[in-house]
């Protein structure tokens, strides 16, 4: 019986792990390998590192973990979860099991991008999820976004206020957008809809409804992203609706819940992002830290229903 099971070795959970590491405690971190920003080339807006590679800044947080005893890094999938607090099992794909007395779930999230073919092939390259994280990069150049929810307006505002003068919202007819401020701030707008894209190394040519083309230096995409299927859904964690899907609810301790489980990174917030994840991870490893030493202070969080 360990002290923390953690499941997700990416930005969040590693950082959880060192805080338990450093604590001395027991802690295995499983990790199935596919960190959500895993295809773009650099990773950005995170100090001291900005533009180095995720997979970069991922083996550095597994290299410094090795100085800590006992912790134990784990490749693997988390396909089943059990029991409650004190007395936790995990099981992962290979068949092998896991105990531990808490659990911190830092699994992220997936992300779910229109049926659009050739959107997947260039997710994270010049298909663009944010303008923080990779809005730089194509600054001054033409660039489109895909209108998938009403949060794709802002997106287009924020890119023509600073980072574009040339921004195209592509609404394909999507209702509920305000085309009058839209237009009043320069966003053009294309009614039609987008039908394939096809990306190379300088940018992307996107074909729309009725057999017009369009190139790009990027398209950015707000995804949904969803939880199901993952540990969290099993375990019953509260969740709530955000923007682009739901997320588990934490308290302050990064507590959920459920009697001792964590949370931390993208699958705990509605808009998050590196620097996110490594701060809810380190509140996601003492939060659980503080529930081994004084059960009694770290309480499930309260959910009115
Ligand atoms: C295309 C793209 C580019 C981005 N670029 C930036 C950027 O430049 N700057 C920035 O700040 N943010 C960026 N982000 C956001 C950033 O990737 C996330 O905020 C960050 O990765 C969240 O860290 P996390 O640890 O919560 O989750 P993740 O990094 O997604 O890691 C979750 C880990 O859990 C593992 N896992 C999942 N299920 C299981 C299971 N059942 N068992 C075991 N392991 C499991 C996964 O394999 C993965 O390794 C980007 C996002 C996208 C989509």
């Not at 590192?49 to 999938?77: C, H, K, M, N």
């Not at 919202?169 to 894209?197: C, F, K, P, S, Y």
């Not at 990027?218 to 099993?234: C, D, I, K, W, Y």
Request: hydrophobic residues 45%.
């Amino acid at each position: 019986m360990q002290d923390a099971v953690i499941i997700g070795g990416s930005f969040a959970g590693l950082t959880a792990t060192l805080q338990l590491g450093r604590a001395s405690r027991s802690v295995t971190v499983i990790d199935a390998g596919v960190p959500r920003n895993r295809n773009s080339s650099g990773a950005h807006g995170v100090a001291g590192w900005d533009g180095l590679s995720p997979s970069a800044i991922l083996e550095r947080f597994r290299a410094d973990l090795r100085a800590y005893p006992s912790v134990t890094q784990r490749s693997g999938t988390v396909t089943a979860i059990h029991g409650e607090e004190g007395a936790f099992s995990v099981t992962l794909a290979d068949g092998e099991k896991s105990a531990a007395k808490r659990i911190i779930l830092a699994h992220g999230v997936r992300d779910i991008l229109p049926d659009i073919p050739g959107l997947a092939q260039a997710w994270g390259q010049t298909v663009l999820h944010c303008p923080y994280c990779h809005g730089y990069e194509v600054k001054g150049a033409p660039l489109a976004v895909l209108a998938t929810h009403p949060m794709s307006a802002h997106q287009a505002l924020m890119l023509r206020a600073d980072w574009s003068a040339q921004v195209t919202l592509i609404t394909g007819g999507m209702e509920g957008l305000d085309l009058d401020v839209l237009a009043t701030a320069g966003v053009q707008i294309e009614t039609r809809a987008l039908e394939t894209a096809t990306a190379d190394a300088t940018g992307i040519d996107l074909s729309l409804s009725g057999g017009a083309t369009a190139r790009f230096a990027a398209l950015f995409v707000g995804p949904r992203t969803s939880l199901a299927a993952s540990p969290a859904e099993q375990l019953g964690c509260a969740s709530a609706d955000g923007p682009t899907g739901s997320f588990v609810k934490v308290g302050a301790m990064a507590q959920t819940s459920v009697p001792g489980v964590f949370a931390a990174g993208d699958l705990s917030r509605p808009m998050p992002n590196i620097n996110f994840a490594l701060a809810d991870g380190a509140q996601a490893g003492t939060g659980c830290h503080a529930s081994l030493l004084f059960p009694d202070l770290v309480t499930p969080l309260e959910v009115t229903p």
